[in-house]
């Protein structure tokens, strides 16, 4: 039987390094020497739908891990089916 770890999820900024470990990610301050961020945070715009794709994703999970039981997983994952069917039917290829 699987096993669910509860790991927090941290999204880094540009440039940032992170270290994955067992207790969860673990933000690393820039070496010695490294050059300055490309960007500061704040200044990074224009989000296209891969920033779109990747929050859906996200709260997909989240929606999906929170579910108490798996008829409440089941019913979510249908209705999503069900919303993209009807998406495609109307968007034919």
Same mark, same amino acid.
């Given at each position: 039987?699987g096993?669910?770890?509860?790991?927090?999820?941290? @999204?880094?900024? &540009? !440039?940032?390094?992170?270290? +994955? /470990?067992? #207790?969860?990610?673990?933000?690393?301050?820039?070496?010695?020497?490294?050059?300055?961020?490309?960007?500061?945070?704040?200044a990074?715009?224009?989000?296209?739908?891969?920033?779109?794709?990747? @929050?859906?994703? &996200? !709260?997909?999970?989240?929606? +999906? /891990?929170? #579910?108490?039981?798996?008829?409440?997983?089941?019913?979510?994952?249908?209705?999503?089916?069900?919303?993209?069917?009807?998406?495609?039917?109307?968007?034919?290829a």
């Amino acid at each position: 039987e699987g096993k669910t770890l509860s790991v927090p999820i941290l @999204r880094p900024v &540009l !440039d940032q390094s992170v270290l +994955l /470990t067992p #207790a969860g990610p673990q933000v690393q301050d820039p070496p010695a020497g490294a050059p300055p961020p490309r960007l500061r945070p704040e200044a990074v715009a224009n989000l296209d739908w891969h920033n779109d794709v990747s @929050r859906l994703f &996200l !709260d997909l999970n989240e929606a +999906l /891990t929170g #579910a108490t039981d798996e008829k409440t997983r089941a019913v979510l994952i249908r209705r999503l089916r069900a919303a993209l069917q009807a998406w495609q039917d109307d968007h034919p290829a």
